[in-house]
């Protein structure tokens, strides 16, 4: 015979880890600081900036 399980519990369990794995995302895309996030954005300038200078003008 298996083991008995309480459904709400394991509910339960299942809804935290849900909600752990989310915290988890949002701490990666959210929780930098400011000169973070100024650093990326002036790096995403740069190399777009790089890829615009390169490009080729069709008429």
Same mark, same amino acid.
């Given at each position: 015979? $298996?083991?008995?399980?309480?459904?709400?519990?394991?509910?339960?369990?299942?809804?935290?880890? +849900?909600? #752990? #794995?989310?915290?988890?995302?949002?701490?990666?895309?959210? $929780?930098?600081?400011? #000169?973070?996030? #100024?650093?990326?954005?002036?790096?995403? +300038?740069?190399?777009? +900036?790089?890829?615009? $200078? +390169?490009?080729?003008?069709?008429?």
């Amino acid at each position: 015979m $298996g083991e008995v399980v309480n459904l709400r519990t394991a509910r339960k369990q299942r809804a935290r880890a +849900a909600k #752990a #794995a989310t915290a988890e995302t949002n701490r990666a895309a959210f $929780g930098r600081t400011k #000169a973070e996030r #100024a650093r990326d954005e002036t790096e995403k +300038a740069k190399r777009e +900036a790089l890829l615009d $200078g +390169a490009k080729r003008e069709d008429d």
